[in-house]
């Protein structure tokens, strides 16, 4: 396999913004509490950031939320997009918190 910048990992995956926080071997996750960072323990290169942002790039007055980033090598690994790992992350938040789906 060729080895590949993170730019242009960053748009195989489609990825459109990068969080001001995260290293350049880094892709930003999402915004989330300590609670469901703890969901996310079985991922070796996740890592925490200071500032939460919205969409907008405005910071959020929310105390307990924050930046959350992983090293892109750890998404190869696992052959995942990040659109993926994020649907997972929704799901395993579900299921801890005994959410369903209604129909």
Request: charged letters at 30%; glycine letters at 4%; proline letters at 2%.
């Amino acid at each position: 396999m060729t080895a590949r910048s993170t730019h242009e990992i960053l748009v195989i995956m489609n990825v459109s913004h990068k969080h001001p926080e995260a290293r350049e071997s880094e892709i930003f996750v999402r915004n989330m509490s300590e609670a469901h960072y703890l969901l996310f323990s079985d991922w070796s290169s996740r890592r925490r950031g200071r500032v939460a942002y919205d969409g907008d790039g405005n910071a959020l007055n929310f105390s307990d939320w924050l930046p959350v980033f992983i090293e892109v090598w750890e998404l190869e690994e696992r052959h995942i997009s990040i659109s993926e790992l994020r649907r997972n992350l929704l799901t395993k938040e579900q299921e801890a918190y005994g959410v369903t789906k209604s129909d």
